[in-house]
């Protein structure tokens, strides 16, 4: 054994100790809703089966704990997240980024003036100190900045500063995981309790008539149309005046006070549009139909006065001797409809249902949700208020203002239905019947949880209960339409009796005014009417009798009563309803009484022991009933003498229905019989026995009883979910009972046991119940949890004396019948008294009691009788250890039997449903321990070797059961994966119970078993994933996992070979032992079991490269997170020794992170943002675009590998399986985590092992961490809700669609689990149905969120940033330490640098920031001179970085990076006595800064300049050197370089002058390459963020030329590109990159050319990036000559990688190409000129804009008004419509004019030989052309003859694209055409566009038509024949114009020839239903052919004359005449 040191020791117990049990089994007692919870009336001996049903109602719940599963609030801190006040703790942690957004809105307020620039053509920089530094105050400077500290000390100083005030738990800041992984969550099941649906309050407020005469009495229920069923009681209600109550006082004996409720609360599970609320009115009988009753409420008006008041006094008299004589008869009156269907607003319920779904567990495929859980529902989601019922719908009053008159004939529910479903068709109602005119005002409202003076259906007060209110509220029993599945809870026994019509035709003629007497009588005198009729309004709770509604004169009445009877708990046969029929007289007769007796029906209440419902027709007896005749049913009832005399001969004259609503009869056969038989065997009864309507004799017993449970599963689900806790009880009982039926042993258990299997089966089969997310019904689940106990074995009972030995059998003593209740009794005596000790006492009393029991019982033995349970020693203690009777069966012993031993379909079932068997094996084992005595306590003797040889057995058949589902098709797996998490669970639970070696072998033995038999690695690994992950989140994990060795349970491992040492001491270990400690070796593994699997999971999951495995992935990773969020948030791991040694145990797992390092999800191109911005999602997108890491990373930069960007310079090349943001950020937040809790001694000695290559993998490592924990910021919450908000209404839709189509969301992902769907693993994940539910979720969640909480979130999310950050500043420290013994310092050096700078990039709080530049310093003087010399790249980026954080608005980072950079600038000068390098690298980073940061502020850093300056005058160790004075100059210049800046400010909302001013700036740079460079880079920034990609692309080249050109200087290769002369092939403009020469600098020179881009990497970086954007901006050509400069020069270094990817760039440019070719759109471009004094320089300048494609004229002529009306206001600018030339003179001079004209490229012809394709035509343009018509008379348009056309060509600076998207002017010219020439233009053009339709492949018919229309249509106006008319129809006089006149003609030749090709293939294309606008093209044509015959064929024939002269005399006169007329027409036309 181990010698454990006293603080393992100590630990172990903290941890919560082994030898103590973890279970503990906890009485509750049952939360009742009434004061007094429902029991049977005092006094009464019950039935056994009442009893054992009041028994399981009342009894107390049994729950099995778990003693240290930590306080709730942890499990609610752990699992949900809820931080209620945790927040309160953390520090508020300022970031730049949100203090910039809160002063910016100020800034923009206020007019932006227009700066004027005064110099265009760029002679230098724009640039002036203009203002001394010095004139500033600096900031306030470190202390002892200057001072000499060792480079120890000043560490030691640092990590104390960062050690203070830290977060201790870092989980705690990181948002809990996705639920769905969260398998380890077993969720509590809903405690069994009463059902409720919807509950709605309805209070009655007043009812008033237009006259008040008499008292009403009001009754309300609910109706369903739809169902036709009435689905609630009645509400009886009184609203009338003291006076009217007074009219009855007579009849009122007394008035009970829950008699005067007023409002009632309904309760509706099913809501649909269809339920009506009726309100039934009744009045006091008297005499004359309901219609003359009623007639006096039509025609009188109390308003009236006068004669009307006499009237109603009248009235009110006559209504006064009515009600003294027949007040206790009422009639009907009249009704109302009122619809709830806006109340139910059933879209929105329909919706919430399906949304209620997807929140409380995902229901597998087919488990449709209905309302029938709607336990669940209703508290879930259900209750009214979310469904949009109550939200629009808080109390609505509603006043019914008519009132239908009841019609006499039409009483029945029948016909209320009709009416009803008249009612909502129209209103025709209303026509049909009278309506009275009244008010009802009543308030509906949504019920509240709680109601004050509440009465349950049975008159129970509801808790909370005040004394003093008079007036309750009365809970409305529901009658659901369909089943409701809820178990019953609660003792209830209500009989509701429903006369419904008489028929007396054919009696005498006294029965006219009938009504019935209904009585529930106990016995046959009148003495035996029983008070459990409910009363109704204003009278006594309870009545002996209740009279039904009597209806004038009708001899057949209808009825609509309902009679509410509450049933004795017993029953007898002597029990019966008894009807007695009377005719009232209405008249008062001298001497007549009111009642005349006219029969007698009645109805016995059980028949064969059972109670009687349903409908029946009863006949009616005319005379007295003979005695005992409620033995019999009326129908059957024998001869008597005399003979009974009966209505219309025995025949049924009476239809009653009778229905009960009751928790003890089940009313159900198959459960009746069950019941029955099990009862037989308790208690004595005498044999034979009555079941139903067979009589079954002891023989027969067992046979019976058997097939009794057999038939158990065919009863109706309802009876069965409603009685299931008793059946399953009974079931239990008889499995284990011994049994002597007839003197026989019997034995059930196996039926009892396949009866269990069968129910289980046909729940989880149900559609209609919810299952949990691991597919466990509900039902069954909270039956385990809180219902099933042990069973108790019952003895028989002895059969003399048994009155004596019986105590009082009042209701306190359940169960004390039998003598089997002393020993649960006692049983419960022991529970208690182990709790709690103050009991004690009790057990010498309980051994007595028991030798008591034990002695009678054998003296007993002589009884007569034969079938008994037979007595089992049972669980009680007994003061003498004797062995075990054989007899005794323990129940997890049988129920374990049973599992192994079944076999066929119920084996199946067994093991499909494991989770309830297993979850009744841990509770019935947790109990038989728990009664055990407990110096048994020993684990391994605990249980019996055959149990645990049945458990073994299980687990393996379960295994191999699982490993089968998965071989088969894809539907099983979901089935495989329950099991797999029922399976991990049952371990789990038995870790709590039995020998943990024995549990371990079981859990090796499964994942052995999975791995043989699985060969799908995803599979496999996410099933034993899944199951680890369930048994890691035991409260005991650490313990088990030996994490200290803890000595006890050693030799319990199931690895016999634990190594001798102890983990716990570090001391001990050899060097070589401490890197072993950061792998998975294999004595890790045996040491720490679970912990070793988990890892060995994770490993085989990351190293996989299956398809399908991303998920599994994520689920790996998730597993190990919420395990290390469960430690780090466990209050029993607070103590820091605690966490190092938690830490220690998870060391391997940094091992496994390093060897993921490539497949971690790569953050710089999600997220990074240079610089922020709160700015549009655009310029995030483009942000992006030009990172340094990723251009590198393009780059492949592997000549370089210490600068790679996050090209990970460590690795070997593999195809790997990317994870996801997600989760790769899970698991670096475990890293982090380790990192931050393990040993740092420990961890310092491991990196100082590690070789060079591992150490560079933790420091990419890092990267990612920096990158993966950057703070996001509140925006971005906001931001995204309403992208959020989008996505989740399309889930929603999809989501709604899934639910129509019966699908769950289980269902969905395991077809998305399909084999073949992954084939793109990351694409994959997040298409998942269940992510995007949550997300969904979440989404809603966050539109709700109120500010308070999401400065919570951001609180929170800040301080996980700095924590993240300050953990890997640790991290880089301890790297630094331990490293600075080694010798490959410079290569760490840079990677150490690498990630501070680049966590400097990110968005950081100013905590962190303090701490980081503190760390910087410390490197600068530990390392200065190496850095300097080796690290120049670095140096850059650092400069940059402080530079940037020297513009910070806060102080605290301001004075901090001033100091950094006066550090760096004071050891570059002592490295090299020069610091040229970093003043360029200082300069050009200020350059790169100004261009890029829209968050720039230019003060701060000219204050930070002069903060600077104050540091070199006060550093008196300098004051020698020439230091002090570079130092000065370097500011200044950087000063300068701010007023450019300045200026790019004011130009900030004019994009193109922007452009200018930077264009000016980088060429003012023409002499420092770096800075152009940097400049060129700005330039492309801000392209790519308009989105200007070309010009964005050309700028790099550019770059890349320059680059180029330095190269070319340095070294001749080759491969190399000569210069930029290379470079014209892409642009022509390149050449202006060219050195202007040689002198201007040399490239040897100190930090010159020293940037990273001046490399042969960085030219190909630039390259590459400027390919992929000319391949964004679709010139696709270009990427071709871009990367014919790359090639040479990857072929050069034999990159064969980056050779395949550029080909496969080059292959996707060509097939753009060949897809798009003229789908492609370039620029629009149009000529802007400014004329006004207004624009300063821009005056009279004219540029052409390039504008993106399809921009029309409108649009760029706003946006340039409108930002120029910005300017100089609106009135001051104006665009000039047309493009004729602008007369200044005529322009007002106080007005700024802009002129907008569209301009095309314009070609000379024999340019147009080269440009042949759509690209060439729009590439490299020089000269555009634009065309103004104009007559000679000064009109721009005019007639054909005189219409004129001026073509101007603009020739620009440089061609498009270029660098910039306008581009000035250097040439104009002009030419005019005469109209001739013009009529030539256009027939050209449209002959071309014949051309082009005809030639279109594959060819367009509706072109094709369009453009024929335009040529040969009829209508077309100055068409072709009316050119032709005008120019052809002479020849001209002028010889000069025969030429064109030739030309115009040839043309119109061409013309006519296309138009006929035109016409025939228009034939071939059309279909028939276009013959006829064929025909017509056709006759067209031909018309224009003939009419143009003629001109087309006169030559001119001067133009054709041989070469000798012919003279023709005739000719030359026709000649000269039509040249005269030609001449008239020209005179005419000027």
Same mark, same amino acid.
């Given at each position: ?306 004669? #009307? ?5 009248? @009235? ?516 208690? #008294? ?187 690994? #996410? ?69 070793? /699997? ?54 391997? /797992?940094?091992?496994?992170? /390093? ?55 460590? @690795? ?414 892409? #642009? ?46 679709? /010139? ?355």
């Amino acid at each position: 054994m181990t010698h454990l040191n006293s603080l393992d020791v100590q630990l172990a117990q903290d941890l919560g100790d082994f030898t103590d049990d973890d279970l503990d089994v906890v009485f509750t007692p049952k939360e009742c809703r009434t004061l007094q919870p429902s029991l049977p009336e005092e006094g009464v001996e019950l039935d056994p089966h009442v009893r054992d049903c009041v028994q399981t109602y009342i009894r107390e719940w049994l729950i099995v704990n778990r003693k240290n599963q930590g306080s709730p609030e942890i499990c609610g801190f752990k699992k949900t997240g809820s931080r209620k006040d945790f927040h309160k703790t953390l520090p508020k942690q300022t970031f730049e980024s949100e203090t910039l957004e809160c002063s910016e809105p100020a800034a923009q307020a206020g007019p932006r003036h227009l700066n004027v620039l005064c110099d265009v053509s760029g002679k230098g920089p724009v640039t002036a100190c203009d203002f001394d530094l010095r004139s500033l105050q600096p900031d306030k400077r470190l202390e002892n900045l200057l001072e000499q500290v060792s480079a120890e000390d000043f560490e030691k100083q640092n990590e104390e500063a960062r050690r203070t005030n830290r977060q201790a738990e870092l989980f705690a800041l990181y948002p809990s995981v996705d639920e769905e992984d969260a398998v380890e969550i077993r969720p509590v099941p809903e405690c069994p309790k009463e059902h409720l649906g919807n509950r709605i309050l309805v209070k009655l407020l007043t009812l008033k008539f237009e006259i008040e005469i008499e008292p009403l009495f009001a009754s309300i229920a609910l109706y369903d149309v739809k169902e036709r069923k009435k689905i609630s009681e009645n509400f009886h209600c009184d609203l009338n005046s003291d006076q009217f109550k007074g009219f009855l006082r007579a009849h009122t004996p007394s008035v009970a006070a829950s008699s005067q409720a007023r409002s009632a609360v309904f309760s509706v599970t099913y809501p649909s549009s269809d339920i009506y609320l009726v309100v039934k009115i009744e009045k006091v009988l008297q005499q004359g139909e309901i219609g003359d009753c009623a007639e006096p409420y039509l025609v009188i008006k109390e308003s009236d006065g006068g004669k #009307s008041k006499e009237k109603i006094e009248k @009235l009110k008299l006559q209504a006064e001797s009515f009600c003294q004589r027949l007040g206790k008869y009422r009639m009907p009156f009249a009704w109302a409809p009122i619809s709830l269907s806006s109340f139910f607003n059933v879209s929105t319920l329909e919706r919430e249902v399906t949304d209620v779904d997807s929140v409380v567990g995902r229901s597998s495929v087919g488990e449709r949700r209905t309302l029938a859980q709607s336990r669940r529902l209703s508290e879930r989601a259900l209750s009214l208020e979310e469904n949009g019922v109550g939200s629009n719908f808080k109390t609505s009053t509603l006043s019914v203002s008519s009132f239908f008159k009841q019609e006499g004939d039409r009483l029945s529910d029948e016909d209320l239905f009709k009416f009803l479903a008249d009612y909502k068709r129209s209103s025709s109602l209303q026509r049909r019947v009278k309506s009275i005119p009244g008010l009802l005002r009543l308030e509906i409202s949504t019920a509240p949880e709680i109601i004050n003076c509440c009465l349950t259906p049975e008159m129970l007060p509801v808790k909370p209960f005040p004394e003093n209110r008079t007036r309750p509220h009365k809970e409305i029993l529901e009658f659901p339409t369909r089943e409701v599945y809820v178990p019953h809870t609660v003792y209830r026994n209500l009989l509701y009796v429903y006369p419904q019509r008489l028929n007396f035709v054919n009696k005498l003629a006294s029965a006219r005014n009938i009504t019935i007497k209904i009585q529930f009588m106990c016995g046959e005198d009148a003495s035996s009417a029983m008070p459990v009729i409910f009363g109704k309004s204003s009278g006594p709770e309870f009545l002996q009798e209740v009279y039904t509604a009597v209806t004038y004169h009708n001899k057949s009445p209808d009825f609509y009563e309902e009679v509410k009877i509450k049933l004795p708990a017993k029953l007898t046969v002597n029990h019966h309803l008894l009807f007695t029929f009377y005719h009232i007289s209405c008249q008062q007769k001298q001497g007549a009484s009111v009642e005349t007796l006219l029969g007698y029906s009645w109805l016995p209440i059980l028949l064969n022991e059972r109670l009687q419902t349903g409908s029946y027709c009863l006949p009616v007896a005319l005379e007295k009933l003979p005695p005992n005749y409620s033995m019999h049913s009326a129908e059957k009832v024998p001869l008597q003498n005399p003979p009974i005399k009966w209505a219309e001969g025995h025949k049924g004259v009476f239809n009653i229905e009778v229905q009960a609503v009751s928790s003890v009869h089940t009313q159900d056969n198959h459960l009746e019989k069950f019941f029955t038989l099990c009862h037989s065997l308790e208690s004595q009864v005498t044999f034979p026995i009555r079941v139903l309507d067979q009589k079954i004799s002891e023989m027969a017993l067992e046979h019976e009883l058997k097939l009794s449970i057999i038939c158990l599963n065919s009863s109706r689900l309802e009876p069965l979910v409603l009685f299931l806790h008793l059946v399953l009880d009974k079931l239990f009982q008889l499995s284990v009972q011994p049994m002597v039926i007839a003197g026989q042993t019997a034995n059930f258990s196996q039926f009892a046991f396949e009866s269990v299997v069968a129910i289980a089966n046909s729940l989880h089969n149900s559609k209609d119940l919810s299952k949990d997310q691991h597919g466990r019904n509900c039902l069954l689940a909270s039956y385990v949890h809180y219902v099933f106990r042990l069973p108790e074995l019952q003895r028989d009972v002895p059969k003399s004396g048994a009155p004596t030995a019986l105590p009082d059998p009042r209701y306190h003593t359940y169960g004390r019948t039998s003598a089997a209740a002393v020993s649960s009794k006692l049983l419960q005596a022991r529970v208690m #008294s182990s709790s709690n000790p103050d009991l004690a006492g009790t057990h010498s009393a309980a051994d007595e009691e028991v030798k008591n029991v034990m002695s009678s019982k054998i003296a007993d033995r002589n009884c007569s009788r034969m079938s008994y349970y037979c007595s089992g020693n049972s669980d009680v203690p007994s003061s003498t250890t004797a062995p075990r009777p054989a007899s005794k069966k323990h129940f997890h012993e049988e129920l374990a039997l049973q599992m192994v031993v079944s076999t066929g379909m119920v084996r199946e079932t067994v093991f499909k449903y494991a989770w309830f068997f297993f979850e009744l094996l841990v509770k019935s084992m947790a109990q038989h321990v728990h009664n055990m005595d407990k110096r048994d306590s020993f684990r391994r003797t605990r249980f019996s070797d055959r149990f645990m040889d049945d458990i073994t057995t299980i687990v393996n058949v379960v295994t191999s059961e699982i490993a089968a589902l998965l071989v088969k098709p894809q539907k099983e797996n979901e089935q495989a994966e329950k099991m797999n998490i029922s399976l991990a669970f049952f371990l789990y639970d038995l870790l709590s119970l039995m020998d943990r070696g024995f549990v371990f072998n079981l859990i090796r033995h499964y994942c052995n078993q999975l791995s043989a038999k699985l060969n799908n690695l995803p599979t496999l690994i #996410s099933m034993r994933l899944e199951f680890l992950r369930i048994l890691c989140s035991h409260e005991h994990y650490l313990n088990l996992n030996l994490f200290f060795m803890n000595a006890d349970t050693a030799p319990t491992s199931p690895c016999p070979s634990i190594s001798s040492q102890n983990s716990s001491s570090c001391s001990s270990f050899q060097d070589q032992k401490i890197a072993s400690m950061f792998d998975l070796t294999s004595e890790y593994r045996q040491q720490h079991f679970l912990t070793g /699997l988990l890892f060995t999971e994770l490993a085989a999951a990351l190293d996989a490269e299956v398809e399908g495995i991303s998920k599994v992935q994520r689920k790996a990773v998730s597993a190990i997170h919420s395990l290390l969020s469960s430690h780090d948030l466990d209050p029993r791991c607070v103590k820091p020794e605690v966490k190092v040694k938690i830490a220690a145990l998870y060391l391997p /797992l940094v091992g496994i992170i /390093l060897d993921a390092l490539p497949q971690l999800c790569d953050f710089t191109g999600v997220d990074t943002r240079r610089y922020r911005t709160s700015g549009s999602d655009e310029e995030q997108e483009g942000a992006g675009a030009i990172n340094q890491n990723v251009a590198l990373a393009i780059a492949g930069n592997n000549f370089n590998l210490k600068t790679s960007g996050i090209v990970l310079s460590s @690795l070997p090349y593999k195809q790997y399986n990317m994870l996801n943001a997600d989760t790769t950020r899970n698991l670096m937040i475990c890293f982090l985590w380790i990192m931050k809790n393990a040993d740092q001694s420990l961890i310092r000695k491991w990196i100082a092992d590690l070789p060079s290559m591992q150490l560079n993998r933790i420091l990419d490592l890092l990267f990612i961490c920096v990158l993966c924990f950057e703070y996001k910021g509140k925006q971005n919450s906001d931001k995204v809700s309403t992208q959020v908000l989008q996505k989740s209404r399309d889930v929603k839709a999809r989501l709604e669609e899934a639910l129509l189509r019966g699908e769950g969301a289980r269902g969905e992902m395991m077809r998305r689990r399909a084999p073949g769907n992954d084939r793109f693993p990351g694409l994959n994940e997040n298409l998942r149905w269940k992510k995007e539910q949550t997300h969904w979720r979440q989404a809603n969640e966050k539109l709700d969120k109120t500010k308070a909480e999401l400065d919570q979130e951001a609180l929170i999310s800040g301080n996980l940033a700095t924590e993240a950050h300050l953990i890997i500043l640790d991290m880089q420290e301890n790297i630094i330490q331990a490293s600075s013994a080694l010798d490959c310092k410079d290569s760490l050096l840079g990677g150490v640098l690498r990630v501070l700078v680049n966590s400097l990039n990110c968005d950081q709080s100013t905590t962190y920031l303090t701490h980081c530049f503190a760390t910087l310093r410390a490197l600068i003087a530990k390392f200065g001179d190496l850095l300097f010399e080796e690290e120049v790249e670095q140096c850059f980026d650092l400069c940059h970085q402080v530079l940037h954080h020297c513009s910070s608005s806060m102080d605290v980072t301001r004075s901090q990076a001033c100091a950094t950079l006066y550090l760096l600038m004071r050891f570059s000068f002592g490295a090299t006595s020069n610091f040229a390098r970093v003043k360029m690298q200082v300069t050009m980073s200020l350059a790169s800064l100004v261009g890029r940061a829209p968050d720039f502020n230019e003060e701060h850093l000219r204050r930070s300049l002069r903060t600077i300056l104050a540091y070199s005058e006060e550093d008196t160790a300098m004051q020698m050197t020439p230091f002090p004075t570079q130092v000065e100059e370097l500011l200044c210049n950087l000063n300068s370089i701010l007023y450019d800046t300045v200026k790019m400010r004011e130009f900030q909302e004019d994009p193109e002058m922007l452009m200018d001013l930077m264009y000016r700036i980088a060429k003012s740079y023409q002499a420092s390459p770096d800075l152009r460079l940097t400049w060129l880079q700005n330039m492309a920034e801000k392209h790519t963020k308009k989105k200007c990609y070309t010009e964005a692309a050309m700028c790099l080249v550019h770059a890349a030329a320059l680059v180029a050109e330095y190269l070319s200087m340095l070294e001749d290769h080759s491969y190399l590109p000569v210069g930029s002369v290379s470079f014209q092939n892409i #642009s022509s403009n390149v050449l202006e990159e060219s050195v202007v020469s040689d002198d201007t600098l040399s490239p040897d020179e100190d930090g010159v050319c020293a940037g990273q881009y001046f490399t042969e990497s960085g030219l190909v970086g630039l390259l590459e990036q400027a390919a992929e954007l000319f391949s964004t901006g679709g /010139l696709y050509e270009t990427v071709n000559e871009v990367y014919k400069l790359v090639i040479p020069i990857l072929e050069a270094h034999r990159e064969f990688r980056k050779l395949t990817l550029t080909h496969s760039k080059l292959q996707r440019a060509f097939d753009s190409i060949v897809n798009k070719d003229h789908k492609r759109m370039f620029g629009t471009y149009f000529r802007v000129g400014f004329f006004g004094s207004k624009f300063g320089d821009l005056d009279e300048q004219e540029f052409v804009y390039k504008e993106p494609a399809i921009t029309k004229l409108p649009e760029i002529s706003h946006r340039l008004e409108a930002f120029y009306g910005q300017c100089f206001g609106a009135e001051f600018v104006e665009v000039i419509k047309d493009s004729t030339p602008v007369d200044k003179t005529k322009l007002d001079p106080n007005k700024a004019y802009i002129q907008i004209t569209f301009v095309e490229p314009y070609f000379d012809e024999y340019e147009m030989k080269d440009r042949v394709t759509y690209f060439e035509k729009n590439f490299n343009l020089r000269r555009f052309m634009y065309t103004t018509p104009f007559t000679l008379a000064g009109r721009p348009r005019g007639e054909l003859h005189e219409q004129h056309r001026r073509n101007t060509v603009l020739t620009t600076m440089h061609a498009f694209p270029y660098i910039k998207t306008r581009i000035s002017v250097i040439q104009k010219e002009e030419f005019v055409l005469t109209p001739i020439e013009v009529a030539i233009e256009d027939m050209k053009k449209k002959t071309l566009q014949l051309a082009v339709a005809i030639n279109q492949e594959p060819p367009d018919p509706k072109m094709l038509q369009m453009v024929l229309q335009g040529s040969v249509g009829a209508t077309v106006n100055q068409g072709p024949l009316e050119v032709a008319q005008v120019f052809l129809a002479e020849i001209p006089a002028d010889p000069k114009l025969y030429r064109h006149h030739n030309k115009l003609r040839l043309c119109f030749k061409e013309f006519i020839m296309r138009c006929g090709e035109a016409v025939e293939k228009n034939k071939r294309l059309i279909t028939a239903d276009q013959r006829e606008y064929q025909q017509e093209l056709k006759k067209n044509y031909s018309k224009l052919k003939e009419n143009l015959r003629p001109m087309i064929e006169r030559k001119i024939p001067e133009l054709y004359k041989p070469i000798f002269r012919v003279e023709s005399q005739k000719r030359d006169s026709f000649h000269r005449s039509s040249f005269r007329k030609c001449e008239t027409q020209l005179s005419q036309g000027s």
